[in-house]
């Protein structure tokens, strides 16, 4: 049987730190409905003490969305872990998130203290957050950079304190995949009880390897991925939540599956861009505007005789219409057939040799002909061959 992938969707807290990245209230819940549709099992709805509208937005997607877990961020501070409690106090499942640093860099400059007392602060958070709500989980901020040994040590401490879910996050987006898999089966053959907990990657990008890294994490016993709509985050962002579903669904069908309805990634994808005012890249994978666009000549012809030629994923599957073919200067015949029949011109060879003699013209001045300046071009062509 296949196992569950929990997908933990942070895009309203992680994502939406971001500068430039803010909603407000009314935005806030409208994405959070949709992520309610789209089925992710954990929203993590903001970081409660880090400001009255923070607090405000973790009360209301509490009160409203009711299948998910909502969960609701704090730092190993006990004023911090009772706002948050506060906030999530209608959820039907709330969860508090709460951590703190781990590796030497961590430990050394940002607390200025000991791995001893960063131990008893972990302990003493999960324990403090416990008293308000059956589900915590704890994230050991950095684990990324933290020694493995020392790291099932905070592990072992928040797993006796009663964690439900251990959260490894690679703050800085420094580890390659095999690193990170590897921290991920240390964990789980050295921690006792970790089998009783939920093991969570949440990867940032800062090398271009957060999806890479979480998957690897799934490969070694993860079974809660955290990421963005988007892959938006701090720095260069968080684990794209699209690029870790479909991966699961395109390369793992037989062994794991999320509950994620991925016709709607594309309409969601399109509602945070344009809510955050954040654009996404063009060639970004499953949602920018060119992941299944054809361009040139070699690529077109092929996807035309069969779109499996050159496309993994059904664009139907991630909530778009079609394929698009773009028509360049590096376009060839079959793609300027393809495109004229579109719009009501179905060419014999020798007229579209005619065609395409002057579509390569117009093409090279411009960067894209598009359907008008098609249908101008053909009808020349034919009033000057009359
Ligand atoms: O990147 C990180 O470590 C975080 C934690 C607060 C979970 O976002
Ligand atoms: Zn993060």
Same mark, same amino acid.
């Given at each position: 049987?296949?196992?569950?992938?929990?997908?933990?969707?942070?895009?309203?807290?992680?994502?939406?730190?971001?500068?430039?990245?803010?909603?407000?209230?009314?935005?806030? $819940?409208?994405?959070?409905?949709?992520?309610?549709?789209? &089925?992710?099992?954990?929203?993590?709805?903001?970081?409660? @003490?880090?400001?009255? &509208?923070?607090?405000?937005?973790?009360?209301?997607?509490?009160?409203? @969305?009711?299948?998910?877990?909502?969960?609701?961020?704090?730092?190993?501070?006990?004023?911090?872990?009772?706002?948050?409690?506060?906030?999530?106090?209608?959820?039907?499942?709330?969860?508090?998130?709460?951590? @703190?640093?781990?590796?030497?860099?961590? @430990?050394?400059?940002?607390?200025?203290?000991?791995?001893?007392?960063?131990?008893?602060?972990?302990?003493?958070?999960?324990?403090?957050?416990?008293?308000?709500?059956?589900?915590?989980?704890?994230?050991?901020?950095?684990?990324?950079?933290?020694?493995?040994?020392? #790291?099932?040590?905070?592990?072992?401490?928040?797993?006796?304190? &009663?964690?439900?879910?251990?959260?490894?996050?690679?703050?800085?987006?420094?580890?390659?995949?095999?690193?990170?898999?590897?921290?991920?089966?240390?964990?789980?053959?050295?921690?006792?009880?970790?089998?009783?907990?939920?093991?969570?990657?949440?990867?940032?990008?800062?090398? &271009?390897?957060?999806?890479?890294?979480?998957?690897?994490?799934?490969?070694?016993?993860?079974?809660? !991925?955290?990421?963005?709509?988007?892959?938006?985050?701090?720095?260069?962002?968080?684990?794209?939540?699209?690029?870790?579903?479909?991966?699961?669904?395109?390369?793992?069908?037989?062994?794991?599956?999320?509950?994620?309805?991925?016709? $709607?990634?594309?309409?969601?994808?399109?509602?945070?861009?344009?809510?955050?005012?954040?654009?996404?890249?063009?060639?970004?994978?499953?949602?920018?505007?060119?992941?299944?666009?054809?361009?040139?000549?070699?690529?077109?012809?092929?996807?035309?005789?069969?779109?499996?030629?050159?496309?993994?994923? %059904?664009?139907?599957?991630?909530?778009?219409?079609?394929?698009?073919?773009?028509?360049?200067?590096?376009?060839?015949?079959?793609?300027?057939?393809?495109?004229?029949?579109?719009?009501?011109?179905?060419?014999?060879?020798?007229?579209? %040799?005619?065609?395409?003699?002057?579509?390569?013209? #117009?093409?090279?001045?411009?960067?894209? !002909?598009?359907?008008?300046?098609?249908?101008?071009?053909?009808?020349?062509?034919?009033?000057? !061959?009359?």
């Amino acid at each position: 049987m296949s196992k569950e992938i929990q997908i933990f969707d942070t895009t309203l807290r992680d994502g939406e730190q971001v500068p430039g990245c803010k909603l407000n209230h009314t935005q806030k $819940m409208t994405v959070a409905r949709e992520l309610e549709n789209l &089925g992710v099992d954990v929203l993590e709805a903001g970081f409660p @003490i880090s400001s009255p &509208g923070d607090f405000k937005a973790v009360e209301m997607i509490s009160k409203e @969305i009711r299948k998910p877990i909502i969960c609701g961020l704090s730092r190993a501070v006990k004023q911090d872990i009772k706002v948050a409690a506060e906030a999530l106090e209608k959820a039907a499942r709330p969860r508090i998130h709460t951590g @703190i640093g781990t590796s030497p860099e961590h @430990i050394k400059y940002k607390f200025a203290t000991t791995p001893d007392k960063i131990i008893e602060r972990a302990r003493e958070a999960v324990k403090y957050a416990k008293s308000f709500v059956e589900d915590v989980e704890f994230y050991a901020e950095d684990a990324g950079r933290t020694d493995n040994e020392y #790291l099932a040590k905070v592990i072992q401490e928040v797993v006796n304190a &009663g964690a439900t879910v251990l959260n490894i996050p690679d703050t800085t987006g420094y580890c390659l995949p095999g690193e990170f898999g590897q921290k991920i089966k240390y964990l789980a053959e050295n921690v006792k009880g970790i089998d009783k907990c939920i093991i969570s990657a949440h990867c940032h990008n800062d090398l &271009g390897l957060a999806t890479a890294n979480s998957i690897a994490g799934v490969m070694n016993g993860v079974t809660q !991925v955290e990421c963005t709509m988007n892959g938006i985050g701090e720095r260069a962002g968080n684990t794209s939540l699209e690029e870790v579903v479909m991966v699961i669904r395109q390369k793992f069908k037989n062994q794991y599956h999320t509950n994620i309805n991925t016709e $709607m990634l594309n309409p969601i994808s399109r509602l945070v861009s344009d809510s955050m005012s954040m654009p996404v890249q063009a060639n970004k994978a499953i949602v920018g505007v060119n992941a299944f666009a054809h361009s040139s000549g070699i690529h077109q012809d092929g996807v035309i005789k069969r779109r499996e030629n050159y496309e993994i994923i %059904d664009p139907r599957e991630v909530g778009l219409d079609q394929s698009i073919i773009v028509l360049t200067a590096r376009s060839g015949r079959a793609a300027l057939a393809y495109k004229a029949k579109q719009i009501g011109f179905d060419l014999t060879k020798d007229e579209l %040799d005619i065609v395409y003699k002057q579509f390569l013209t #117009l093409a090279d001045s411009q960067k894209e !002909v598009n359907p008008d300046d098609l249908k101008e071009l053909i009808n020349k062509s034919f009033s000057s !061959v009359a």
